[in-house]
């Protein structure tokens, strides 16, 4: 009868043991996985600042820059068509850096998302013990 006793009040602890320590396991999982997920989201931020940059530099850069030391009357006329080339490159590039910022931007919002809510549920395992 002592040892039916004894087992009935030691299985409850092992139990007790073994979930505690998936709990921490799972913790510790999640909490790696956030740290990937911070990193993640600072390289999206880092590249979306870098191409914010150059969008910015392509729409303020002159299209036509004339160098000090050339007189007007000895440069040659500029082609027409090489121009209008030009133009419309200008323009391809500056419409895919905004189509790029736009990627990075909803890229960057879903990893916070994902951030916030893995912290959430670390937080939450972490007073399930407790409870």
Do not use: C
């Amino acid at each position: 009868m002592k040892r039916i006793l004894v087992l009935l009040l030691i299985v409850p602890a092992f139990v007790w043991a073994d979930s505690s320590q998936n709990i921490q396991d799972l913790i510790s999982q999640h909490e790696s996985e956030l740290v990937r997920i911070q990193q993640e989201a600072q390289t999206a931020h880092q590249q979306f600042q870098m191409i914010q940059e150059l969008r910015r530099y392509e729409m303020s850069e002159t299209s036509v820059s004339i160098q000090p030391s050339v007189t007007v009357d000895s440069m040659p006329a500029p082609n027409y068509d090489d121009i209008v080339k030009r133009k419309k490159e200008k323009q391809a590039r500056i419409q895919q850096y905004g189509i790029d910022l736009d990627t990075l931007y909803l890229r960057h919002k879903e990893l916070n998302e994902r951030r916030n809510a893995l912290f959430n549920e670390i937080e939450y395992l972490k007073r399930t013990p407790e409870e």
